[in-house]
């Protein structure tokens, strides 16, 4: 079965996160992935190594489906034959700092000089202007894009999130960009600059707080747990930001992880609080309402828990879903690599690996019907030298020489 992005090439000049996000998921999609590396290779091979002279999780999880060369860019050969693969590839993408494959001297203009199609793709920590040239990391990303200083409780110090919203956030975004400057050169044969800047990206994601900044203007934020609003969104712990009200609460046996969120909508009341052994405070005046209910959803909550404390969280999502009552376990990372609906769904699949044995990593979120996926293992470092060169027309003799001369 053909893949959709089938006849694609992408020269992958990415390395640690952000950028290696995006290009796995145009190689699961079905481009052809070629990873450019120093003969060195990409640092994350030996970042966090569980097993000695193996390429590590953080590597082999962020580079299944594609294929990789090594390349030394600062010589002059190295330099040539980069010209070589630009002349022949649809898609670059780098997350360099700032001017560094000007540096290298493949400027804009000199690439759409070599291959006036070619989509150059970049992720960069900040946009032009005052941060431009400051150096970006994940929690870098999330302190400057809002997200920390929204995530926590009101009387703790701002929080990072688990969920990689600064890397992997920004390389998807950098995929819809991708995607649609291609789409855009069926029409006109032209290629485009594409950048998404890591502190834009989490503060798309970070959008709903924005909302609420200027909701402040107006008074306090009722659906928020808080007691005092001053001019910022404040922290908020576990309160849900939106429309319905909703709460981490604690279940049995009372592990760290023992907890299940629950959402509390206006025609989930009756039925929770029968379920909860209040049967009374659904026709309650004081509680039947959202309204009468906003001012003490501390209280309500704390009801709840009372119930919810004597069950698994299992147990709880059976009997609140049964209602049609909006919850989730909060689910542990043991809890999911081992999860079996996860595993059938292809959200966490087991890979095999030459070295290693088998690793399990995340699958592809997005489904195609005509395009499935099959997550491959991440390649040895420079493992398509050979067949890559030989299609530039590059002898094995003179990969030989070049080998030696530390061109690649």
Not at 248 to 276: H, K, M, S, T
């Amino acid at each position: 079965m053909s893949k959709a992005l089938e006849g694609v090439r992408v020269l992958d000049m990415t390395h640690v996160q952000s950028g290696p996000s995006c290009t796995q998921i145009l190689a699961w999609l079905g481009a052809d992935v070629i990873k450019l590396e120093a003969p060195t290779g990409d640092i994350t091979r030996q970042q966090l190594r569980d097993l000695p002279d193996v390429d590590s999780l953080y590597f082999t999880m962020l580079n299944c489906n594609k294929r990789s060369i090594t390349l030394n860019m600062k010589s002059e050969r190295g330099k040539e034959i980069f010209t070589e693969l630009v002349k022949n590839s649809d898609v670059l993408v780098e997350n360099f700092a700032p001017g560094a494959i000007d540096r290298m001297g493949f400027t804009w203009e000199r690439l759409q000089e070599i291959n006036p199609g070619l989509v150059f793709a970049s992720i960069k920590g900040f946009g032009p202007g005052r941060y431009e040239n400051f150096k970006a990391y994940e929690v870098v990303a999330q302190a400057m894009g809002g997200a920390m200083s929204t995530t926590g409780f009101e009387d703790g110090p701002p929080t990072a999130t688990g969920a990689q919203i600064g890397d992997s956030g920004t390389g998807i975004h950098l995929v819809a960009g991708i995607l649609a400057a291609l789409f855009q050169r069926t029409s006109t044969g032209k290629g485009q600059r594409v950048t998404v800047a890591m502190q834009e990206a989490v503060l798309n994601l970070t959008r709903v707080k924005l909302r609420d900044q200027q909701r402040l203007t107006h008074g306090p934020l009722r659906e928020y747990p808080n007691d005092n609003f001053g001019t910022e969104v404040p922290r908020s712990g576990n309160a849900s930001g939106g429309g319905q009200p909703g709460w981490a609460l604690r279940c049995a046996p009372g592990g760290p992880n023992d907890y299940i969120y629950v959402i509390v909508q206006p025609p989930g009341w009756a039925p929770i609080a029968e379920l909860i052994g209040k049967p009374e405070l659904a026709e309650d005046p004081d509680w039947a309402t959202p309204v009468a209910r906003l001012d003490k959803l501390d209280k309500m909550f704390a009801l709840i828990e009372q119930w919810t404390e004597q069950h698994t969280k299992f147990e709880v999502m059976d009997k609140l879903n049964a209602l049609n009552v909006p919850c989730g376990p909060i689910m542990s990372t043991a809890e999911l690599i081992a999860d079996e609906t996860l595993a059938d769904l292809g959200a966490v699949v087991e890979v095999e690996h030459p070295q290693r044995g088998t690793f399990k990593t995340v699958g592809c979120p997005i489904k195609l019907s005509d395009s499935p996926v099959e997550v491959q293992t991440s390649p040895g470092l420079g493992e398509h030298n050979s067949v890559i060169y030989g299609s530039l027309g590059i002898s094995p003799a003179e990969l030989d020489d070049l080998k030696t001369a530390g061109v690649i």
